[in-house]
């Protein structure tokens, strides 16, 4: 079961690594290499803020022309696979041809058009271009690099998994992604995601930032162990809350 609209709108209030520091507390997945890009990536609009929806899949390979012969009508297929889902949508494109990268999938027409199917933007292993455009149409971008032209691109494969910057994602994963970085959740994580977000930032702003932050007229030495009372208690309360002891 999806989350509500307005769920959405509150994880978009934190950036995507406070959602890992919720989501780490109610996973059974390795925190340390599941679910979150494993390459570096690039938010080409950090002014956006960040991103939150629902996966949408499709693969690519702009350097082989035959996909683009093989089917006249994979782009209208593939648009009717993206207006059949439920928003908001963020399209994960995997190109087949990094890291050689020879075309881009993204550009002014494509970001408006996928706007106006109920997408926000885009994470993609490859190119974009007409970045000014794609700003002006509202749609954002995290992507490998930029490139001019967009070479033989044509939907290869959609509504499957794909593996982006290292990680695998499926349709209708749950996605958070800014200038750090993108989450994927899974599925099973979803429905406590946001109580876990929640209280993790308040866990932080109650103990360890309130003490690095209360230190007037306090010696070095107190200072060093009014953080480690602090530690101890951010901790106490996530495992009291997870059965975890949180990390920062």
């Not at 919720?22 to 803020?49: S, V, Y």
Request: hydrophobic residues 35%; charged residues 25%; glycine residues 8%.
């Amino acid at each position: 079961m999806r989350l509500k609209h307005k769920d959405l709108l509150e994880l978009k209030r934190w950036n995507t690594p406070s959602i890992y520091n919720g989501w780490e507390q109610i996973t059974n997945r390795d925190i340390a290499k599941e679910c979150f890009n494993l390459e570096p990536c690039q938010d080409f609009m950090t002014h956006m803020g960040p991103m939150v929806g629902y996966a949408v899949t499709v693969v690519i390979e702009p350097s082989n022309p035959k996909h683009v012969q093989k089917n006249d009508q994979a782009w209208s297929n593939y648009r009717k696979y993206i207006a059949g889902t439920q928003g908001p949508k963020i399209v994960l494109v995997q190109d087949m041809d990094k890291p050689k990268i020879v075309g881009s999938f993204w550009g002014e027409v494509n970001s408006n058009i996928h706007r106006s199917l109920g997408c926000v933007g885009t994470i993609t292993d490859g190119a974009i271009r007409d970045v000014d455009e794609m700003n002006n149409a509202g749609f954002k971008a995290i992507a490998r690099q930029l490139c001019v032209g967009h070479a033989h691109v044509v939907p290869v494969r959609w509504n499957c998994e794909v593996e982006i910057f290292g990680c695998r994602i499926r349709p209708g994963q749950l996605i958070h992604a800014d200038k750090h970085g993108f989450l994927a959740i899974p599925e099973a994580d979803e429905q406590r995601l946001l109580e876990a977000v929640r209280f993790m930032d308040s866990n932080e702003c109650r103990t360890l930032i309130e003490a690095a932050r209360n230190t007037q007229g306090m010696t070095m030495d107190e200072i060093l162990k009014s953080i480690d009372r602090a530690a101890e208690k951010f901790g106490q309360n996530a495992k009291e809350k997870f059965h975890r002891k949180g990390e920062w």
